[in-house]
DNA sequence: GCCGTTTTCGGCCCGACTGTTTTCAGTCG
């Protein structure tokens, strides 16, 4: 089920394309995708907002207010409900696929009649396409290819996977005479969640010699699109990349430009404009003569624009640009801040590494502490048992010997359908610290999963929600508890919520971590380490954290260790 | 439809590439 933000959202995006597609006003269409975002966006819940309150959010006027209020006391928007009428919802499935848009969507329905993908294909198989205007052989072929990666597919990747392929491009390019700097871009740069398609960035006199290598490459499957200043291929495993050469004077602006996000530069954009700017990704120029003032360097362009440089991570047109104006950036969480990993395992259950391997990872990272946290007893496959947790934890108290980098022993403990957990709270007080998961159990009701985690931050022992949505990305579906309730909960009783770095979970997503932060919530960015190699996953984990704009003060394994331990015993007393 | 160190009207980011066009619309990012 989710928040009224996100439906009303979605109601009002289905309306911005009923719009375009309907060939309605394109400002207009744009208003309201921006108002959408604002929506989706918005702290606080849209269903407790009058007229007035709704009006306050960015994006949102008297007209598009109305309709939410409609919306949300009737289920009903008068305005689309007639879109709607018009335009079978097949039709909008149709603007999904890669090359068509709205005007050609509404072509092929006023034309042919068709209304869904399935259709669409027959028509094409059958040449009905042949003689439509604007719809020759390479657009019915280009068409017919984008279903096929619609469907294969889904669009995105794991961000651990494209940056495999962005590393292995950047290492070949970078090797090429001519070539002076090479770097990713896009979404990749901006640290999100999973990835549509890689950008890769190339400063460089004579784009040709570069372009021709790069369609060259053995991960190329085939070339989508190929020009001076920009080559587009797919790789052999079906994920797009994009190169973009510019000048190396144009480094800076070409830098920022495919960064995004593009609402973020929209944003960035408007400011130019009314200083009488025009930013390009080719730099920031003098509307009136075109003369050109900055471009070389990122920090530059913003310089100009009378901002800071903010964070690939922060620039998503959630406020950022505003807070860049004012000056209350946030001052966000870097991986050198973190003082431990508050949650990894071992071979004692279902780890692959050692207890002492996986120490020496950790002092390898410089670590100050570290919490051993294999699983809890009530997860059979794992065979733990009160022993087993025992001998371990004296095990790790003889290894506590350098000093240097303190030991923590913990455990993974289970959540169950009613929120209690493994074992009884003396054996619990035997842990230093405890991160609680739910494992099990997902198809809950929303309202009986909300108990769930509540009951389990009223736990005395639990520090940490460990990847409280347990989403798999492309996998697994998020568990949709009432979320408010939950960080409420967490906030008030002194528990973190976990953002896992593991790159098919980061979990908390980010939306949420923002959610939580706004409730009062502390957070602990944890590896979830099976193996030695898994600590280096941290990075992705970083990354969701900026994105939630997250600050050293936010996380609890940034703290000292005396912090950290006043932390679990302040919630343990108040119990 | 929204919005305002230029504004309550007249703008709304900007450029590259494709396909089908004989000068440009559509799509994408």
Known sequence: MARPNEVVAAALQEYADLISITGGDAFRARTYEKAARGVAGHATDVATLDLKGLEQIPGVGKSTAEKVVEYLSSGRMEALEQLRAKVPAGVRELIAIPGLGPAKAMTLHRELGISSMDELVHAIEAGRLSGLRGFGAKTAANILHGVEVLRHSGGRVMVSTALEVAEEVIAALSGLPGC???????????????????????????????????????????????????????????????????????????????????????????????????????????????????????????????????????????????????????????????????????????????????????????????????????????????????????????????????????????????????????????????????????????????????????????NIIGHPTTRLIGRRKPVEPDWDAVFDAAAATGTAMEVNAFPDRLDLPDELIMRARERGVKFAINTDSHSTVHLDMLRFGIAIAQRGWLTPADVINTWTLTKLKAFVTAKRRAA
């Open 180 to 462: 002076e700097k090479c770097t990713y871009a896009g979404s990749l740069r901006r640290g999100r969640d999973s990835i549509g398609d890689v950008d890769i960035l190339v400063a460089a006199r004579e784009s040709k010699p570069i372009m021709a290598a790069f369609t060259e490459l053995p991960l190329v499957g085939e070339v989508i699109a190929g020009g001076p200043a920009k080559t587009s291929i797919r790789t052999t495993g079906g994920l797009q990349v994009d190169l973009r050469v510019v000048p190396p004077e144009s480094w800076g602006a070409a830098l920022q430009y495919f960064t995004g996000s593009k609402e973020h530069n929209i944003r960035v954009r408007e400011i130019a404009v009314r200083k009488g700017l025009k930013l390009s990704e080719y730099g920031l120029f003098r509307a009136e003569d075109d003369t050109l003032l900055v471009s070389e360097t990122e920090e530059e362009v913003y310089e100009q624009l009378g901002l800071p440089w903010i964070a690939p991570t922060l620039r998503e047109d959630r406020g950022e640009v505003a807070a860049a104006r004012n000056g209350t950036l946030p001052q966000l969480v870097t991986a050198a801040d973190i003082r431990g990993d508050l949650h990894t395992h071992t071979n004692l259950t279902d780890g692959v590494s050692t207890l002492e391997e996986m120490l020496a990872a950790g002092r390898a990272r410089g670590y100050r502490y570290y919490a051993v946290t294999d699983h809890a007893k009530d997860m059979p496959m794992q065979r733990m048992t009160d022993a087993k947790m025992l001998a371990q934890r004296k095990k790790l108290r003889a290894l506590a010997g350098d000093g240097k980098m303190a030991l923590l022993h913990g455990s993974e403990l289970n959540i169950d359908p009613d929120g209690g957990v493994d074992w009884d709270a003396d054996f619990l007080a035997g842990f230093d610290i405890c991160v609680a998961s739910v494992h099990s159990h997902f198809t809950q009701t929303p309202a009986e999963l909300t108990h769930r985690f509540v009951k389990a931050c009223e736990n005395p022992y639990v």
